[in-house]
């Protein structure tokens, strides 16, 4: 009998997370038929059982309705018969909820963030994007020194905190964690490539598509229109000077008027260059190197 209907997408990690538990401890579970992400969460009857709107969420034959990753990723372990994926001790239990809880909140949340800032989803600052990186790499490399003397993250056999960080890892890996970065945990990607590749577990993951340059955010170009050019104004008749009375000589300068020089500058065309477009590339963008504000800026 199913332990419930799985409602996800198959690009989502978190559904994968969720797919590969019910897998590796022999749990089953369906897929709802006929999901329409952005429809179907987004209708009343869906939102009576989950109030989120979100995905993935499980719906049990009981009728009992669960929605967030972690909690339904838990949910199915515990269902698992003779299974280890929750630890085999109150200590080792308590291990897998923090390592759960390190790998959303200190990955996967800032290298989510990192993704839709670079593809536009949210407004760019280079600030936000170099700080949310550097958190990533710092808790990888929390994940890097504790698995140098260890082959998983709590005990000598999977857990649910392994496939988490599995789940985790494949996001920032074919985004942000590129080539020279991976060279650099390689305790990290082992343990990936074993949850990954494990017989039990290597449906639910799919193939990944590492990242060999990291996502950069790219500034939009923008469709230049040529301007039509405008008419010359037909020259105004200056109004003709009353004629002066031949003894009025009062109003005559003492020394006639040079003629006013005319400014070189004056001759040369109007320039295109978007000056606001200038300062937000040297303001987002690195000064040199491929991509930087010097590069765009001669490009011009």
Known sequence: MSAGTLYTIPIQVQGARIKAVAAY?????????????????????????????????????SGFSLFETSAIARYIASLAPNSTLLGSSPEEAASVDQWVSFVDSEIFIPARFAKWLCLGQIPYNKAVDTNLRDRVITAINVLESHLATRTYLVNERITLADISAASVLKHSFESIIDASLRQKIPNTVRLYNTITNHPKLVSSF?????????????????????????????????????????????DEPLVPE???????????????????????????????????????????
Request: cysteine-free.
């Open 25 to 61: 401890g022999g749990v089953d579970i369906k897929l709802a038929e006929g999901y329409e992400h952005g429809t179907t969460n987004k209708s009343a009857e869906y939102k009576a059982k989950f109030p989120s709107g979100k995905i993935p969420a499980l719906e049990t034959p």
């Open 206 to 250: 799919g193939e990944t598509n590492f990242a060999e340059k990291a996502l950069q955010f790219t500034t939009p170009a923008k469709d230049k229109k040529e301007k039509a050019p405008k008419e010359a104004a037909a020259p105004k008749e200056k109004p003709a000077k009353p004629a002066k009375e031949a003894d009025d000589d009062e």
């Open 258 to 300: 040079e003629p006013k020089a005319k400014n070189p500058l004056d001759s040369l065309p109007k320039s295109n260059f978007n000056l606001e477009e200038w300062k937000r590339a040297y303001s987002n963008l690195d000064t040199r190197g491929a991509g930087g504000s010097l590069e765009w800026f001669y490009e011009r």
